[in-house]
């Protein structure tokens, strides 16, 4: 299974990215696909991810401003950032679960200036 993320950059406070992350295979072949965002020396924490049955969960502080989405066709999941903050700045990571076992992506960073 390959994941490729793509979509980081800087942008200012308050702007907004749009991350894809595309597999190689069906992507409704995972159970959950999910953007993961790991920042300087901090673990690694969960942002976002999306069901097979398109039930969609979110951290608490990205709620209301990042919204998961796929595109079953494009075998592609989004996480479209908005209202960004200096603290969203991380590297974001894809992931993709399947029958016990988990996939990940290169990260793309994510930098958000003050």
Known sequence: VQ???SGGGLVQAGGSLRL???ANRRILAFNVVGWY???PGKQRELVADIS???YSNYADSVKGRFTISRDN???TVYLQMNSLE???TAVYYCNAYQRCLSYW???TLVTVSS
């Open 73 to 75: 066709a494009k075998n």
């Open 20 to 22: 894809s992350c595309a």
């Open 86 to 88: 200096p603290e969203d």
């Open 105 to 107: 992506g290169q990260g």
């Open 52 to 54: 097979s049955g398109a």
């Open 37 to 39: 965002r790991q920042a």
């Open 3 to 5: 994941l490729q993320a």
